[in-house]
C-alpha cells in the first residue's frame, strides 16, 4: 500500500507546485507573514489548491522537520478530469452511476464511502477541490485500498459537476432528509449521479436547487439523521437492488 508523501518549507512547496506534483492539500501557519509566505500564498491561490490555515501546533504534530510554517500532502493517486472521467464511462456498456460528495469533510467516512463505492460498482467519485477531506492514509486505510480501484475527480464547485452531469444525459439525485420521497420512490435504473452532503450542514441548498430529484431514506427511530457514510451505502444498495431487477 502506497503512503502519503509530505512537503515541508516554503520554497520546497512553491517549486513542488511549479513542478506539477499532484497536491492534494496544503496546511499554512495561521498569522505568519514575509514575502516568500506571500508568494506561496499567491501560488496557491492561482492554482486553485486546497488550504488550510492552522496553529503551529497542528504543523508540530504533522511533520517534526523544520516546516517554517508550511506543509503540503502529495495524494497518492492521481486524478481523473471531469470531462475525461465522464466521457469514459459514456462510451462504455455500463450504465452510468457516480457518486458527488459535497464538501464532506471527515476522511474516515471518506474513506468508508470509497469501500462501498467500489463494492456498488459506482463509475467515479466526484470531490471539491476545497474544504473536503484529503486523500490520505487515513483514506487509504479506511476505504481498504478500494482507492486505487475507483476513478476520483476533483472539481472547483460541485455545482458545476452537476450541470455537466446533466448536460451529458446523467440524472442527478440529491439525497437529503428534506425530500418528499423515499429512496424506493426514485428510479435509479437509468444513468444518474448520486449527491452526499458534509457531515454537519449537508448539501449546499444552491446544489439542492438545481438537482434533478430528491430522496431521503425512512427513519422510523428518534435519531433524526444517519451518518452519512451509512446513508450512502443504503442508497448505493438501492441503486444496485433496481438495477439487478
Known amino acids: 500500500m502506497e503512503k502519503e508523501t509530505t512537503i515541508f518549507g516554503i ?3 512553491i517549486e513542488a507546485v511549479k513542478s506539477g506534483e499532484n497536491i492534494d492539500k496544503v496546511f ?4 505568519l507573514r514575509g514575502d516568500l509566505f506571500t508568494e506561496l500564498e499567491d501560488l496557491l491561490r492561482k492554482e486553485r489548491l486546497n488550504v488550510s490555515y492552522v496553529p503551529v501546533e497542528k504543523l508540530n504534530r504533522l511533520s517534526k522537520q523544520n516546516h517554517q510554517g508550511a506543509i503540503a500532502q502529495i495524494a497518492p493517486i492521481s486524478f481523473y478530469t471531469l470531462e475525461n472521467l465522464v466521457e ?4 462504455s456498456d455500463k450504465t452510468p ?9 471527515d476522511v474516515r467516512n471518506f474513506g468508508a464511502i470509497i469501500r462501498t463505492a467500489e463494492c456498488t460498482g459506482v463509475s467515479g467519485i466526484i470531490i471539491q477541490k476545497k474544504g473536503g477531506a484529503p486523500v490520505n492514509g487515513d483514506t487509504i486505510k479506511t476505504s481498504a485500498g478500494a482507492i486505487f480501484k475507483i476513478p476520483i475527480c476533483k472539481v472547483d464547485h460541485i ?13 442527478v439525485i440529491a439525497a437529503t432528509e428534506k425530500a418528499e420521497h423515499t429512496i424506493y420512490d426514485v428510479s435509479f435504473k437509468e444513468p444518474c449521479a448520486i449527491v452526499m452532503g458534509s457531515e454537519g450542514k449537508g448539501i ?3 446544489v439542492l436547487k438545481v438537482a434533478d430529484d430528491q430522496a431521503k431514506l425512512p427513519i422510523l ?9 451509512v446513508a450512502c451505502g443504503a442508497f448505493l444498495y438501492e441503486a444496485v437492488r433496481q438495477r439487478m431487477k
Open 97 to 105: 452511476l457516480f457518486l458527488l460528495l459535497d464538501q464532506l469533510s
Open 204 to 206: 449546499n441548498p444552491s
Open 88 to 91: 469514459t464511462v459514456l462510451e
Open 28 to 31: 499554512l501557519q495561521k498569522g
Open 159 to 171: 455545482k458545476d459537476a452537476v450541470f455537466y452531469m446533466q448536460a451529458s444525459g446523467i440524472k
Open 221 to 229: 427511530g428518534e435519531i433524526e439523521s444517519l451518518n452519512v457514510s
Open 11 to 13: 520554497r520546497a512547496i
